[in-house]
């Protein structure tokens, strides 16, 4: 069952995806010759006055076709036609959306949350002697390691990459004081498992802004966990290897469902792991990548300024070439990383 609910979710982020595309494009007066959901044979499809609507046999894709999008069109109102805002606004709706639709799911879950852990130590593992350079309990952790702290999930996420030792920045008694702490000083009886030694934290209550507040911040704090990630991939601490793609979070989903308690609590963590996602993958489609709407973004960037300083644009052939290229490199990457997941699953 939530292997089959995991299909449904991404089908619903790639639906979700394209629908921003459709539209803005339908906003900016751009002609749609056919949005689709799904992949493969059409099962359902309906004209309307200018665009195919079709649901098509996969559920794991979608496109919005718009006229004159991948080809020369002479119709004033392709893509190609339209002005450098329409289509900027057009490339980024799809990642909007789905940015918008992991907000939203994070304000529903949140939405019966009684209060949020906040940032104020409000007691240390047993045992602790305090020392100037130390931790004390009424400290507002402000950063860590030039890292801004909200919330305490913030606090466990900094703390545990910062390795042996942390750099700090707290409030005490209204003055920010720069803190070095050292793991060493919390091991208490060979146990390291507290952050540092915070065992307590403020509780904020959850009023109906202070909700809406969270469930932002809970959205951009997905993008700050992607950056890391990416930063992390680039200076080889995890390796490509290490990477999953939609047939490990499928599995990750169906173990997530299988192993809470109640069917209740399995939606809501799976809800999470979706919003998570949804919120990926607009980052993800907006990095300057050929084939992604942030190679093409960046394309149009770059005719924009050439257009205006040289009067020329760079040959819509060379573009699609390179976009081209970038999508075989980003097939031969996912078809890697699918055979990587199977062979974890089955080991």
Known sequence: MYIAVAIIAFGILIADHEFGHFIAAKLC???????????????IKKQGKETLYALRLLPIGG??????????????????SQSWWKKLIILVAGAANNFLLGLIIFAVIYSGAAGFYGTTVTSLVDGYKYEDTGLHTGDEIYSIDGHRTYYYQDITTYLSRAGDKADIVVVRNGEKLPLTI??????????????????????????????????????????????????????????????????????????????SQTAAIAFENIAYLVAFIAVNLAVMNLLPIPALDGGRIFFL???????????????????????????????????????????????
């Open 63 to 80: 496109y919005c076709a718009m006229e004159g999008e991948d080809e020369a069109s002479e119709d004033s109102r392709a893509f190609t």
């Open 29 to 43: 007066g751009v002609k749609v010759n056919e949005f689709a959901i799904g992949m493969g044979p059409a099962i």
């Open 182 to 259: 050292k793991k060493d000083h919390y091991v208490i009886n060979g146990e390291d498992s507290y952050i540092f030694g915070i065992t307590g934290r403020n509780v904020i209550e959850a009023t109906f802004g202070e909700k809406i507040k969270f469930s932002c911040y809970s959205a951009v704090n997905v993008v700050r966990m992607v950056w890391m990630s990416l930063g992390d991939l680039f200076a080889g601490r995890v390796k490509v290897s290490d990477m999953s793609g939609v047939v490990g979070i499928v599995s990750t989903i169906n173990e997530v469902g299988k192993e």
């Open 301 to 347: 960037i770059i005719n924009t300024i050439a257009e205006k300083i040289f009067k020329k644009k760079i040959d819509p052939k060379y573009e699609g070439y390179i976009h081209a290229a970038g999508m075989v490199l980003l097939l031969g990457l996912m078809a890697f990383v699918l055979v990587n997941d199977v062979i974890k699953i089955v080991r």
